[in-house]
Nanobody, 125 residues
Framework: QVQLVESGGGLVQAGGSLRLSCAAS????????LGWFRQAPEKEREFLAW????????YYDDSVKGRFTISRDNAKNTVYLQMNSLNPDDTAVYYC??????????????????WGQGTQVTVSS
């Protein structure tokens, strides 16, 4: 059983940056691919980014490509989401999630077995 805890959310002005962290415990971190998702008020949760077990491969939704960067530090059992050029549409609760490593990216939420509790990001205009 893997536990995931996100941190780093907060209030930021439009155009600013934030780096989210997600610390994992209770499992073998390197067997999992990791993803970041978000859920805005009154909207469904959506996929943002994926990183494979080693950190060598990444995949992004078009909505964040070029602005967000996913990375992981396996020595620290932590995955990160660097978010730049934030705008009010990025306001949401951000979640990290883990799925069994498969070698290919996935944005399918049901494949992610473990989820964090989420961290709020609010972007003011």
């Amino acid at each position: 059983q893997v536990q995931l805890v996100e941190s780093g959310g907060g209030l930021v002005q439009a155009g600013g940056s934030l780096r989210l962290s997600c610390a994992a415990s209770g499992g073998t971190f390197t067997i999992y691919d990791l993803g970041w998702f978000r859920q805005a008020p009154e909207k469904e949760r959506e996929f943002l980014a994926w990183v494979n077990w080693s950190g060598a491969r990444t995949y992004y939704d078009d909505s964040v490509k070029g602005r967000f960067t996913i990375s992981r530090d396996n020595a620290k059992n932590t995955v990160y989401l660097q978010m730049n050029s934030l705008n009010p549409d990025d306001t949401a609760v951000y979640y990290c999630a883990a799925k069994d490593g498969s070698g290919t990216y996935s944005y399918t939420q049901r494949l992610y077995r473990y989820w964090g509790q989420g961290t709020q990001v609010t972007v003011s205009s």
